[in-house]
């Protein structure tokens, strides 16, 4: 999805339907004007926490990573909610970037 893969780490979370979800969920909250986030995440240079509210009702779920493998540039990592997944893409820090073994949640 744009950088080479020695630069940028792509995260796949499946959750099967989770983009009709989102954007009912999204659509009920700019009509009661609440300004709804379903989707949402919080970046640390080493770290990762992504919040999907209303994928079950009542809940949300949380997957969370709190060392990772190298550095990321918070400002230059995004997300995508696909119909069937939501797609993490983390920017490695470093010129070059050191290669990650593992993700350690």
């Known amino acids: ?3 080479p893969a020695h630069l940028c780490l792509q995260v796949y979370l499946l959750l099967e339907g989770v983009g009709a979800k ?3 969920q999204c659509s009920a909250g700019a009509e009661a004007g609440e300004g709804l986030q379903p989707v949402s995440w919080e970046l640390g240079v080493r770290q ?3 919040r ?3 994928y079950k009702e009542g ?3 949380l997957f969370e990573v709190k060392r990772l493998g190298g550095d990321i540039v918070p400002e230059a990592c ?3 909610v696909l119909p069937n997944k ?5 920017t ?7 290669a990650w073994s593992s993700l350690v949640s």
């Open 48 to 50: 990762v926490s992504l």
């Open 1 to 3: 999805m744009g950088l």
């Open 22 to 24: 989102c954007s009912r």
């Open 78 to 80: 995004t997300f995508k």
């Open 52 to 54: 999907v509210r209303g």
């Open 59 to 61: 809940r949300t779920l």
């Open 92 to 98: 490695k820090a470093g010129n070059p970037p050191p």
């Open 86 to 90: 939501v797609v993490l893409m983390l």
